[in-house]
């Protein structure tokens, strides 16, 4: 500083300079501050709480009048443009596609209508539509569709819930899958409002109120896209198998030994089981669940708008946004991303194929036996083999995303699936020659109409009857909950 | 300075200390240089040729005086701890652990030994001991098992060499597999030296010497881990099978085109297929590959010893070397690696106990339909289901790695390996309800000594006339070659 101050002695202009030039910094580095200071601000807003949320609040609306990021984002869930793109439709008819299906899900509501699920916004408009609502359900199939479900299980009691007929139910539900779902009205923490996890993780010793936050991203999730089944005759009480752990062997093996069967086989007469979405359960076989990666890291990547980032709650397939979810740890290109999914999901569809036309022989060959005269106790094992078989396929089949999740999995599922469904027409080939009888033609089942008229499905009737139904008693339910205004 | 010249001025110690210290420091900065400047030259050193290599140099001792590294390394093949640690036998007996394959293989050499195999410096001595060269074989059998053969190609010409009896052909064979096989004896660069890579590609429409300097890290090895055949009942020219491709639905149309036969089964009278090792072929169906990953960059990572970092000739498992290999990518403590690649091995193991207990019945079956007086026409279709179904567990079961380099795609091959296999028995079981025969009992096959039994194998017969030739007619091998010193 000696020198500095020699110069500024021996030259005065030196100082004005020096001194100007101070300022012009100072100044600049005083804008940042401020805008740091702002954005600092305005993060704070964003979580400050405008209105007030009660206690089991429903409409989502009204949570998004706090979080409107979150809840925007939520809303766009009822976009499916990106299931459009990819297959053709913004609903894919399953059972047009596949006619195979109409076959093996004889006997249950499946056969009349299965469609590609859509998003979570749409949830109660789709099931209050579905062809599968128009046979008498217990209110255990709202469980899954609405923030009303803690609300009402809370007022009534969670046994008394399952166990009110579907119907009945109608009027008290209106808000879809939202975010009291998952999230606590004071803290915003993820919560769990669906007993059925809880218990499960009970009676396998566990407390779920343990779990880490980064466990919890994909515990919410787990409430529901889970396998499951509605226990007792008349209690309907949703349960999730897992007392024995969480592979399809284990599953199988529970309801084997609680002899639980989901309903029996107009054509083999097999005691059937109906797998429902095991999300999660096939999350948990594949590499994303082994290396600590949560539901939502993938299917909610965070969202930068302006200085805010948040979880963007469009919550739908990674392949929608690759570059937002793939690519924050994969640094690979999207288009080889894609494909990788794909060659995944092709050589799952091959094996699939293969299962459902072993099922569809299986079953119309057993027609075919107890046709002949063939005794219980010859069929006993068939059965069990096509129950086995079945189960094991479905279990792939109707997980969302398990081909990605959990490839070999679902392939060595599959691969135990070829095996009982080909044994099971070996031993049925093996009854009708005893018995001297041909083997059967498989029918034309080449579309979903013949293939639901071949199982004798009167299809115009089921739609008029629905049809009514979304005429006369929807419009009821609606104005019932209109007139409350959100006074539970 | 100014002012550190005033200082000096005003205290001339103040300049003997500055002085003093410059010298430390510049005597400590010249130790470092003098430090780099060693290591770079010793490593130029390693790479100076101590003693020149003639063309087509078969004795890997001879290299090794000049890259003593890798030679060393590549010497260490010769160690079986791994193997040993972990299979409990340093050569693992296959027939003994897995009885079936005996049954499988019934009138094929493999049915007498099939052994795990072992480092490629074993791989002359591993040949000529086994029990399955004592059958006559052609000299196409040494074609991947040492460095004399491109100078036996070379001298005798390439068809010429394979068409030589794998006897006549013994005294020449000398030094395992080893440094002239992948690199050129001048520039060290990797080299293809085996015709039928080169044929391949060139009926692929390619031309490998355009392959980069990456996919010739790999191309080296596919000189052998690949499937192959002997073309011709007198030439046993050898040809990979990849004309339309290179998946197993490719070789296997490849191979029914040309109504190519390894062998007749005695049992079934079907008309097999024999997989090779195609592990190359795998490999390219893993994410590895898409990812640029070459054989090398896992199997022969980079080792340092003082200054000098070089590729390991150890080629081996990844899993003996996780942390050189897996863990360079892939940062996840090894134990978890381990168990990820142990769970795709078990669930391809389980698809493939599967495949072969469906083959042995499929087989057995087989034979009691003959043995009823079956017509052919009623066996073609199902001869031609066990004949695709081995091949396709043989294809999985025979490669190396393959449930690790590619596991998706070896359950999908094990599916429909199953699918076809259980449609064989269930016609089977056709056949035999409509000749009034009763379904064969599976015999007692549960020891390699039993099934061999069963299938009519003399094997003392067998290791006398093996030990006779151990005994008699190596050592008269080794003479002829130690006698010529190198002199070819």
């Known amino acids: 500083m000696k020198s500095i101050s020699d110069l500024i002695k021996s030259k005065p202009w030196f100082g004005w300079v020096l001194y100007i030039f101070t300022i012009i910094i100072v100044f600049l580095i005083s804008l940042f501050a401020s805008s740091i200071i702002e954005r600092r601000t305005e993060a704070n807003l964003v979580q400050q709480v ?27 869930t009822m976009d499916t443009s990106f299931a459009s793109k990819h297959g053709g439709s913004a609903t894919i008819d399953m059972l ?77 539900i209106a808000n879809p899958i939202g975010c009291q779902d998952c999230h606590d009205n004071k803290t915003l923490n993820l919560h769990i409002t669906r007993p059925a996890l809880i218990e499960a993780f009970k009676r396998q010793g566990k407390d779920i109120t343990n779990a880490t936050h980064q466990e919890m991203r994909s515990l919410v999730c787990a409430q529901c896209h889970v396998e499951y089944f509605f226990n007792g005759k008349e209690d309907k009480y949703l349960t999730f198998p897992w007392d024995k752990g969480f592979s399809v062997e284990d599953a199988e093996k529970y309801y084997d030994e609680i002899e639980f069967t989901d309903w029996v086989h107009p054509l083999s007469r ?43 709650h469009k919550i739908q397939s990674p392949l929608a946004n690759i570059s937002g979810s793939c690519v924050v740890c994969h640094r690979v290109s999207e288009n080889e991303l894609l494909e990788n999914v794909y060659e995944r999901q092709d050589k799952i569809f091959e094996l699939s194929k293969l299962a459902t036309d072993g099922l569809v022989k299986a079953h119309i060959y057993a027609k075919a036996c107890w046709d002949a005269g063939t005794t219980d106790e010859q069929m006993k094992p068939i059965l069990q083999l096509i129950r086995h078989s079945q189960w094991r396929w479905d279990y792939v089949s109707a997980s969302h995303g398990g081909s990605f999740h959990a490839p070999l999995e679902c ?10 469904s080909q044994t099971a027409i070996g031993l049925e080939m093996e009854i009708l020659t005893r018995l ?9 089942i080449s579309t979903k109409e013949k293939a639901q008229q071949y199982i004798g499905l ?3 009737k089921i739609y008029d009857s629905k049809n009514e139904f979304i005429k006369s008693v929807l419009p009821t339910w609606d104005k019932i909950m209109d007139e409350r205004q959100g006074k539970y």
Chains 1, 2 share one sequence.
């Open 96 to 172: 047009s596609r596949y006619p195979n299906l109409v076959i093996l899900w004889d006997g249950y509501a499946f056969s009349r209508e299965y469609n590609q699920g859509r998003g979570h916004y749409l949830a109660v408009n789709d099931i209050r539509k579905t062809l599968r609502t128009d046979v008498p359900q217990p209110a255990t199939c709202w469980t899954c569709k609405s923030t009303d479900v803690p609300r009402m299980m809370n007022k009534i009691g969670i046994a008394q819930f399952y166990k009110t007929p579907w119907k009945d139910m109608g009027p008290e």
């Open 411 to 420: 392939a060595r599922i599959l691969g135990t699936s070829i095996e009982k």
């Open 50 to 76: 405008v209105t007030p949320i009660a206690d089991m609040e429903p409409r989502n609306e009204i949570w998004g009048k706090n979080y409107p990021r979150e809840f925007e984002t939520y809303k766009s």
């Open 270 to 312: 097999a005691p059937m089981l109906k797998a429902q979405h095991p999300d999660y359960e096939l999350f948990r076989m594949g590499i994303h669940f082994d290396r600590g990666v949560s539901c939502a890291d993938c299917h909610m990547p965070y969202k930068s708008q302006g200085n805010v980032k948040f979880t963007n």
């Open 458 to 460: 009167d299809m115009p």
């Open 436 to 444: 001297g009888k041909p083997f059967p033609v498989i029918p034309d």
